[in-house]
């Protein structure tokens, strides 16, 4: 009984009505249904879950073997210089209430016959040693900004002799019935990794402004690329992918220049970064992705459930830029009137007022 609710549930959640055009099946696009097409495997979702894991213990390598080691040979330092002493009845408190306000002190210092300035010290050192230190940053934006570094370069090998990359209404010639090759599927399959790593490593790095935006947008992405793999739209995912990819290498280097200390280099970086993020994030994404998925594709080609919901993930991915641009023209304005870039770029942690901007 229940295994017959479940195969009718599971029967619903499919309808191909809802996840394919109109007169295709499932079995039409199944992997090995064509000796002259390679579908795309729903199967090989599963493959970059356990890559995740792998991808994280290589960023943990290169962070403590190649990126720390280079961040302490340039002037960072490796530790911090203070840390708050022992005290058993501020650190119950701190574990507690993290924020602890006046009344609290109040009632902290009375209990310890302490003055109110030297529990107030005390918590600001505590605080301080939750935030990461400027080597531990240098070496999480170098893991990320090689990462993109190499995801662009692979999305450009791929696609650059792909005829939908310069013409993109050829991303809906003879859908679904498309090719997957193997550059492809190498694309889709390290970036779902990088992102389902993102989204494990988010809980256990240093906590953002901004932490609930990043978290929607990698579940976002997760949720485009998987639905785009399962319906074979991955030629339009490829391109998503690639203009995406491009700014995040310019973020992470000013990032990385920052912490170096080399401010001059920053600016110069983190302006080619609004330059690249305006071009490709506010440019290519709405005005040539957006505007042939919502627009120009429409007309030539019959509508299915999916594909609305696909074009919804996109949008809401532009929403997120879009709250994303404020920051940084809040952090370019500011910095016209500082002489530089100030505070932390993208987001500094939770406990921190610096402003901020996100990839």
């Known amino acids: 009984m229940h295994g017959e609710v479940l195969r009718g549930i599971m029967d619903g959640f499919w309808n191909e009505h809802v996840w394919l055009p109109p007169n295709t099946t499932w079995k039409d696009i199944a992997p090995g249904s064509s000796d002259t097409i390679r579908y795309s495997n729903p199967k090989h979702l599963y493959i970059p879950i356990?890559?995740?894991?792998?991808m994280l213990a290589l960023r943990y390598y290169l962070e403590h073997k190649w990126f720390a080691p280079l961040g302490v040979a340039i002037g960072m330092k490796e530790y911090r210089s203070k840390t708050a002493p022992p005290n058993a009845v501020l650190e119950r408190a701190y574990m507690r209430y993290k924020r602890v306000n006046n009344k609290q002190i109040q009632g902290?210092?009375?209990?310890?016959?302490?003055?109110?300035r030297k529990v107030e010290r005390w918590l600001r050192l505590r605080r301080s040693q939750d935030q990461p230190s400027t080597l531990m940053k240098f070496c999480e934006n170098s893991w990320r900004c090689?990462?993109?570094?190499?995801?662009?370069?692979?999305?450009?090998?791929?696609l650059w002799n792909k005829p939908w990359f310069w013409?993109?209404?050829?991303?809906?010639?003879?859908?679904?019935?498309?090719?997957?090759?193997?550059?492809?599927?190498?694309?889709?399959?390290?970036s779902l990794a990088f992102y389902w790593s993102l989204c494990l490593s988010q809980f256990f790095d240093r906590k953002?402004?901004?932490?609930?935006?990043?978290f929607g947008h990698h579940v976002a992405t997760i949720a485009l690329m998987s639905l785009s793999w399962m319906t074979n739209m991955h030629r339009i995912g490829s391109l998503v992918l690639i203009v995406h990819d491009s700014?995040?290498?310019?973020?992470?280097a000013a990032k990385m220049a920052k912490y170096s200390g080399y401010q001059k280099t920053c600016d110069a970086i983190f302006a080619m970064f609004t330059l690249v993020w305006f071009a490709t994030r506010l440019g290519a994404f709405p005005f040539w992705i957006l505007r042939n998925t919502l627009i120009e594709n429409p007309p030539t080609m019959p509508m299915f459930p999916v594909y609305h919901i696909l074009n919804g993930l996109l949008m809401s991915l532009l929403a997120l830029h879009i709250f994303w641009t404020y920051l940084i023209l809040k952090i370019a304005y500011n910095s016209?009137?500082?002489g530089g870039i100030e505070g932390d770029i993208r987001s500094s942690s939770s406990n921190c007022s610096d402003d901020s901007i996100s990839d």
């Open 247 to 252: 700014a995040d290498i310019f973020l992470d």
């Open 146 to 158: 090689l990462y993109y570094v190499s995801s662009f370069l692979l999305g450009l090998v791929v």
């Open 208 to 214: 953002r402004k901004d932490f609930w935006q990043m």
């Open 50 to 54: 356990p890559l995740a894991f792998l």
């Open 336 to 338: 016209l009137y500082a």
């Open 167 to 190: 013409d993109i209404s050829q991303c809906w010639f003879n859908y679904p019935h498309q090719s997957i090759d193997i550059g492809i599927w190498c694309q889709y399959i390290i």
């Open 108 to 116: 902290l210092a009375k209990q310890l016959d302490w003055p109110d």
